[in-house]
């Protein structure tokens, strides 16, 4: 089978933490036959086919999902993520965080280690250790190759179910009404299978997620507490919910068995509350989210700190640049040592066309927070901004070095193009096309930053070298003569 096939079927397969008004939704696309619970392995797919299903698998996500791509919130998940998942021993696949513009209380694990949190699920968590609580169970997923264990197991067991999935992704690419109708009716007949290979899915993601969360020093029994949180949402959630929640009725089951394993380790704290509602009002007014409020107890259990930054941004949203400036100096003068608010300092700045005074202010912050990563970034667009080209792409560079990441590629293209220095900026384009799974666009920008030409030999050799990777790739991957779209 085709990786891109095998690709959209762990799409269809997708495993996902789920509040109760999804878990029916998950259990429809969900055809799952779990080997013995422990089981982590997986000989169809090796970990290097599951990095390239991930990158298209982020493709698909960036054409059908509204992205986020905050520097600040995501450097936020990534942190809490890498902590997490550095307590798993021997693990070392690279997990990637995303936020996802969208209201609803959920998150979901792709393959190759992509994890994607909803910003209604930010802002609806009340302390960091709920949210952590989900990131664990995802990373969980991941750790545990569920989609490549549904995958195999599927393969042995839901052969026709499996062909007339694949059936209905390629009739519903020309007709999505007719590939629905198709998924549908192969579906209906393995529905009790479905919800109990998902049960165990998502019990073993909650028990291994709660030895990740005890391991980083977080209180298990935070998971327990979202998961009431979430029962109780589901009361007030109207008829359809219950509808739901008969097809898949895993919440008291599943808030039991993590309670008791959660007492049995209980301790740890519930994480920084004043970073996470920093980051919450952050996710609200990014995420032009109008309930937020609504979300909390009250407006006095938000800490003093976070309601002043919530007000900041969104006077610098509202171009009120004055007093987001004034505010923004008052919440450094009571603590100039958060990051954030560095970097917030600074965006009211940028945002107010003072490319300058922004500089200097990221140029205090980086003698505290060295190679922050947020702050870096921040610092080449008002390099860009102040008509520093040249300036911008060697800090990028230097980066790019050390971080791979897509927004560094992004705005290196940028830079690089502004410099004149279009080599450099077909390379860069090329690496963040080969991030979004665009392999053949990504050939073509390396063909083009080699015909350009570099004085470095040994850049010209490794650029050769990689096109040539890249060709063998699609060749292997997409034998009929290239990538489907």
């Known amino acids: 089978m085709q990786l891109r096939s095998i690709l959209l079927l762990l799409l269809a397969l997708a495993v996902g933490f789920t509040s109760p008004f999804h878990e029916a939704r998950a259990a429809e696309a969900t055809a799952l036959n779990l080997p013995d619970i422990g089981d982590a392995g997986g000989n169809l797919i090796t970990p290097e086919q599951e990095r390239l299903i991930g990158r298209e698998f982020m493709r698909s996500v ?43 209380i959920n998150a979901f694990a792709g393959p190759g280690g992509y994890i994607g949190v909803h910003a209604g699920l930010i802002l609806s968590a009340r302390t960091e250790g709920e949210l952590v609580s989900v990131l664990a169970h995802e990373l969980s997923h991941v750790v545990q190759r569920h989609l490549v264990r549904s995958f195999e197991a599927g ?30 009716g192969a579906m209906a007949g393995s529905a009790q299978q479905q919800l109990s290979y998902s049960r165990l899915h998502e019990q073993e993601a909650d028990r291994v997620g709660i030895t990740m969360m005890a391991r980083a020093g977080y209180d298990p029994r935070q998971m327990v507490n979202f998961f ?23 919440t008291l089951s599943r808030i039991a068995d993590t309670r008791n394993r959660a007492e049995q380790i209980a301790g740890g704290s519930s994480g920084d509350d004043l970073t996470f509602q920093l980051i919450k009002a952050r996710v609200q007014v990014l995420s032009g989210d109008t309930i937020y409020l609504q979300r909390q107890k009250s407006e006095e259990e938000i800490p003093p700190a976070a309601r002043q930054y919530r007000k900041v941004l969104s006077w610098q949203a509202k171009k009120q640049y004055p007093a987001a400036r004034d505010a923004i100096r008052e919440l450094l003068k009571e603590d100039g040592h958060r990051v954030l608010y560095h970097l917030t300092a600074a965006e009211v700045e940028l945002a107010a066309d003072r490319p300058e005074a922004a500089h200097r202010a990221l140029a205090a912050a980086l003698k505290l927070f060295p190679n922050n990563l947020p702050l870096t970034e921040m610092l080449a667009e008002t390099l860009l ?35 004149r220095r279009y080599a450099d900026a077909y390379q860069s384009l090329a690496e963040l096309n080969y991030m979004d799974g665009n392999t053949l666009q990504a050939i ?18 490794a650029m050769q070298a990689r096109l040539a990777a890249w060709k063998k790739q699609v060749q292997t991957t997409h034998p009929e003569g290239g990538e489907k779209h």
């Open 228 to 250: 009431e949180t979430l029962q109780s949402a589901n009361r007030y959630a109207g008829l359809r919910a219950v509808e739901l929640l008969q097809t898949h009725p895993l």
């Open 444 to 461: 073509s920008y390396l063909e083009q930053a080699i015909k350009q030409g570099s004085n470095n030999q040994y850049e010209q050799l």
């Open 385 to 419: 901004k102040e008509g520093k080209a040249d300036a911008a792409s060697a800090l990028l560079e230097q980066q790019l070095r050390y971080r791979p990441e897509r927004r560094l590629y992004a705005l290196h293209a940028q830079a690089a193009k502004s410099a």
């Open 62 to 104: 960036r054409q059908s999902l509204d992205i986020l791509d905050d520097p600040a919130v995501t450097a936020y998940l990534q942190n809490l993520g890498e902590r997490l998942i550095s307590q798993v021993d021997g693990y070392e696949q690279e997990v990637t965080f995303f936020l996802v513009n969208d209201p609803s």
């Open 155 to 184: 393969q042995r067991v839901e052969v026709a179910t499996i062909a007339a999935m694949i059936a209905a992704i390629l009739i519903g690419s020309q007709n999505p009404q007719a590939g629905q109708a198709v998924l549908t």
